[in-house]
């Protein structure tokens, strides 16, 4: 867990989401999307392209799937920043959210989605089972806190749900 706080300190991911997300030049494939009502932000969503062998400790599920499939160049989007606000929660937003996720992973022929959860975010875990996630593995840090690891091969996305 320490090794997690660390990463997230040191990275630039927070203090300039812009660059991060939409003008990385070392992954043009990052994004970040809003969900608006009006002139209100109701809703976002990162996506930041995952790279072989990731963190050996945070990662092991998501390289295990890499050497099942005998492919170490998976072509991975990780989901990441998924947010509804509270009063919007339970109306669609995020999985519009995500079915805008899944027609640009399409569009940028990736081979995976993956995305790590709390298990706190029990309506989140629900709906990516619901949306065709699987769980990959769960790391426990020590009662009550869990972090649960989910992939989609977008193969079997059908976007026209």
């Not at 994004?31 to 209100?40: M, P």
């Amino acid at each position: 867990m320490n090794e997690y706080i660390s990463k997230s300190r040191n990275s630039n991911e927070l203090g300039d989401l812009f660059n991060y997300y939409s003008k990385n030049s070392e992954k043009p494939e990052n994004n970040f999307f809003l969900a608006v009502d009006g002139e209100e932000i109701v809703g976002h969503v990162a996506l930041d392209k995952w790279i072989y062998p990731g963190d050996a400790f945070e990662d092991a599920e998501f390289i295990q799937e890499c050497d099942r499939v005998q492919n170490t160049s998976l072509k991975m989007l990780e989901i990441r920043r998924m947010s509804v606000k509270s009063s919007y929660r339970g109306g669609g937003v995020a999985t519009a959210l995500l079915k805008h996720v899944f027609k640009y992973s399409k569009e940028l022929e990736m081979d995976r989605i993956i995305l790590k959860t709390s298990s706190l975010q029990v309506g989140a875990r629900r709906l990516y089972s619901k949306l065709g996630f699987e769980i990959l593995g769960v790391l426990r840090f020590g009662p009550p806190f869990s972090v649960f690891k989910f992939m989609i091969d977008t193969s079997k996305i059908n976007i026209s749900k």
